[in-house]
């Protein structure tokens, strides 16, 4: 029985950021907003006005990068683009995920369809038709330096239109021309300038910062709920997310965390039992979840605003200007942006991890949590949640070294005709490994507080947080004494990337623009 599909109809340039994430975690049928049909056809008539009247401009008729003095012969434009594809399919590496190329092919889409690349209508149409029926290319992750636009995936993208390469359906790999056969398509004859508004744009760094950013969101959502589990867990302050502090600061994040983590213990039990301790100051990891979780939040929502901006981009180059019968050559293609988009995400994910396993530590010292050695009974014979936080350090570790900028890094191409270049690519693909290591590190202390909540029952917690509470325990026991972890660890890594998340939350999260 097959999935009823949600058709998604693409205005270029108005595409939301929840349409974003439907393309990216759903099951989804594109349609292109008839309206964007009419600059596309004029763009295309601009380019062969351009061929028609022999003049030369760079794209349509000449060579590429340092090439680009050189003039191609009408009788070789075909050629030229087809060659285009060919030699830049120098990918390497996995092939990236279908999330991921879902959102490549999507978002080329749009760009295409912005009327400002000079290709036919049947390269869109083409495009949409394999992406409706499940066909998306082979596209290795590796081989783009983020300027000219993310050229070698793209090629590989290209290459199935062409009938060559591969790809994949139902993760089965096959030749592309099966594909096309399968999708009711067939292999494309490049027309002037169409093989580089493929092969120019930012398309697959855009693509790999948004999975970031969506698994950002996911981890961001989760290590908010293990903290409010671990303040239960340790019978920690509640003063410190006092509405009035945080508007004395002003800062959007901070003020919006604070509320969300009110809203998470409001009419708990263990709050209410411990009012009059005497309890002054909890230790940073506690006390400034606000301040350090609004920062990350405030650097996922300006991620967010960047990459939905770029996903609607016409970022290849030359651009066809048809009201004035125009083709400007410029920069575009260059992924700065989505490198600073996705750096900042890099940032984000490293500090929850890095703070979230701060207070997994807090928990298992009990000199300052008050809870048993290593949160087990029979400590000494039984090492509890001991080497849990070791994994735990070693992937908050990890990330610190992943978190380097890929934005500062480049290297000149095309025999310095590319001398400056984004490095975006990267910066976003490693984004993927963070995300894993944060959602394991949130995790496993969302596991050790709900383990330290235990030594508090009867006293319940507020009846989110209980709901919260039973999910974890729907995926670990409580730990007795020692037993094999690994397999809890692992259960709790796809409890913090699931998402599965309260709605004061969520809606913290930006779905579509301002």
């Known amino acids: 029985m097959s999935l009823q599909k949600k058709l998604c109809c693409l205005t270029p340039g108005r595409v939301t950021l929840a349409t974003l994430r439907e393309i990216y975690h759903g099951s989804v049928t594109l349609s292109l907003d008839p ?41 070789h434009l075909a050629e030229l683009q087809r060659n285009l594809v060919l030699s830049h399919s120098v990918g390497l590496g996995k092939p990236l995920p279908d999330d991921v190329v879902r959102l490549v092919m999507a978002s080329k889409i749009i760009s295409l369809a912005r009327g400002h690349s000079g290709v036919r ?24 330096v983020g300027a000219s636009g993310d050229l070698a995936p793209l090629a590989h993208l290209s290459l199935m239109l062409l009938g060559e390469g591969n790809v994949r359906i139902n993760g089965e790999e096959i030749p592309a021309v099966a594909g096309l056969k399968m999708a009711g398509a067939e292999p494309l004859v490049l027309g002037p300038k169409e093989g580089l508004a493929l092969l120019n744009g930012t398309q697959v760094s855009t693509a790999l910062a948004l999975r970031g950013l969506f698994e950002g969101e996911k981890v961001f959502g989760a290590g908010l709920v293990a903290g409010a589990l671990s303040l239960e867990a340790i019978k920690g302050s509640v003063k410190p997310f006092d509405a009035r502090i945080h508007e004395a600061r002003g800062q959007t994040g901070q003020i919006d965390v604070a509320a969300a983590v009110r809203a998470l213990l409001a009419d708990s039990e263990i709050v209410d039992s411990h009012q009059h301790c005497g309890r002054v100051q909890d230790p940073y990891s506690i006390r400034c979840v606000p301040q350090v979780m609004g920062a990350c939040l405030d650097n996922l929502r300006h991620a967010a605003r960047v990459l939905q901006i770029e ?8 651009l066809v200007f048809s009201e004035t019968g125009e083709v400007i050559s410029g920069g575009n293609f260059h992924a700065e942006p989505v490198a600073f988009a996705a750096d ?10 890095a703070i979230s396993e701060r207070r997994l530590a807090l928990l298992l010292d009990t000199g300052l949590s008050g809870l048993p050695p290593f949160l087990v009974k029979e400590g000494g014979i039984n090492s509890g949640f001991m080497i849990a936080q070791v994994t735990a350090a070693a992937l908050a570790s990890e990330n610190k070294s992943l978190a380097h900028p ?10 310095n005709q590319e001398d400056h270049v984004s490095m975006a690519t990267y910066a976003a693909r490693r984004l993927g490994d963070m995300c894993f290591n944060t ?57 913090g990337a699931s998402g599965e998340l309260p709605a004061v939350i969520t809606q913290l999260f930006p779905s579509t623009s301002a």
Not at 65 to 72: D, E, F, H, M
Not at 121 to 144: C, H, T
Not at 311 to 318: K, L, Q, R, Y
Not at 344 to 353: K, N, R, S
């Open 121 to 144: 209508m049947n390269v869109i149409d083409s495009l949409l038709r394999l992406f409706n029926a499940g066909v998306m290319p082979v596209i290795p992750e590796k081989g783009s």
């Open 35 to 75: 309206q964007a049909v009419d600059a596309v056809v004029k763009s295309q008539q601009t380019v062969e006005a351009i061929v028609n009247q022999g003049d030369v401009v760079y794209g349509i008729n000449t060579g590429f990068g340092k090439l680009a003095q050189t003039t191609i012969a009408k009788d």
């Open 311 to 318: 996903a609607n981009a016409a970022s290849d180059n030359p």
């Open 406 to 415: 890929g934005s500062v890094d480049s290297l000149p191409t095309s025999a």
């Open 439 to 495: 959602a394991a590190v949130v995790g496993i202390e969302a596991m050790a507080a709900a383990q330290g909540i235990e030594f508090s029952r009867p006293l319940r917690s507020s009846p989110l947080m209980e709901q919260v509470f039973n999910g974890v325990r729907e995926r670990v026991a409580f730990l007795e004494k020692d037993r094999l972890l690994a397999p809890d660890i692992e259960s709790m890594r796809q409890w």
């Open 344 to 353: 900042i995400i890099a940032l984000a994910v490293a500090e929850i991890g």
